[in-house]
T-cell receptor, first 114, second 113 residues
Framework: EDQVTQSPEALRLQEGESSSLNCSYTVSGLRGLFWYRQDPGKGPEFLFTLYSAGEEKEKERLKATLTKKESFLHITAPKPEDSATYLC???????????????FGQGTILTVHP | EAQVTQNPRYLITVTGKKLTVTCSQNMNHEYMSWYRQDPGLGLRQIYYSMNVEVTDKGDVPEGYKVSRKEKRNFPLILESPSPNQTSLYFCASSPRQPPYEQYFGPGTRLTVT
């Protein structure tokens, strides 16, 4: 069974204290891995898509990386407005029977204190 | 404004009373999907649609139906709701099937008593 596991479940940081969130997956035939941000009471908001091991993408204080088994979301010098739940999700190769399926992890709740 | 809309946003209903949650997007997206979000279980995919008249099951399709008769609309139908379908539901759309980015609606909070 395809699995996506995020760690830690919750992370509390001081403003400016850099850290990383982890997303590990056991799917075979990865087509893409996504990172989303979700604020309380709202729908998830797209951040990044990563397609192959070694790929990196950056946006402001966020940097996402991908290996063959996991992805990291690095947060550099976070600010209180970075507080949110961060979700990762995976989708499989077109040759599989689940081409349109997305499997999400349970998310990491990030709190950044001023 | 490009957006995904869901209606209603909040719904309290009783067991067995059929209901429909509508989802509409104005971006001419091919791909649409429904998810439910529950504490401790995260987001789980219910159904998705690659295009008009093309739908398929996600991970938790039991108790739900969908249809895609028009490109912009993807309603979620609960024929006989049960309390275990109490959840927060999200609709999403994407220009293409995954791995393209998805745009999520604001959510529908459903309570079945």
């Amino acid at each position: 069974e395809d699995q996506v596991t995020q760690s830690p479940e919750a992370l509390r940081l001081q403003e400016g204290e850099s850290s990383s969130l982890n997303c590990s997956y056991t799917v075979s035939g990865l087509r893409g891995l996504f990172w989303y941000r979700q604020d309380p009471g709202k729908g998830p908001e797209f951040l990044f898509t990563l397609y192959s091991a070694g790929e990196e993408k950056e946006k402001e204080r966020l940097k996402a990386t991908l290996t063959k088994k996991e992805s990291f979301l690095h947060i550099t010098a976070p600010k209180p407005e970075d507080s949110a739940t961060y979700l990762c999700a995976v989708t499989l190769n077109a040759g599989g029977t689940s081409y349109g399926k997305l499997t999400f992890g349970q998310g990491t709740i990030l709190t950044v204190h001023p | 404004e490009a957006q995904v809309t869901q209606n209603p946003r909040y719904l309290i209903t009783v067991t067995g009373k059929k209901l429909t949650v509508t989802c509409s997007q104005n971006m001419n997206h091919e791909y649409m999907s429904w998810y439910r979000q529950d504490p401790g279980l995260g987001l789980r995919q219910i159904y998705y649609s690659m295009n008009v008249e093309v739908t398929d099951k996600g991970d938790v399709p039991e108790g739900y139906k969908v249809s895609r008769k028009e490109k912009r609309n993807f309603p979620l139908i609960l024929e006989s709701p049960s309390p275990n379908q109490t959840s927060l539901y999200f609709c999403a759309s994407s220009p293409r099937q995954p791995p393209y980015e998805q745009y999520f609606g604001p959510g529908t909070r459903l309570t079945v008593t």
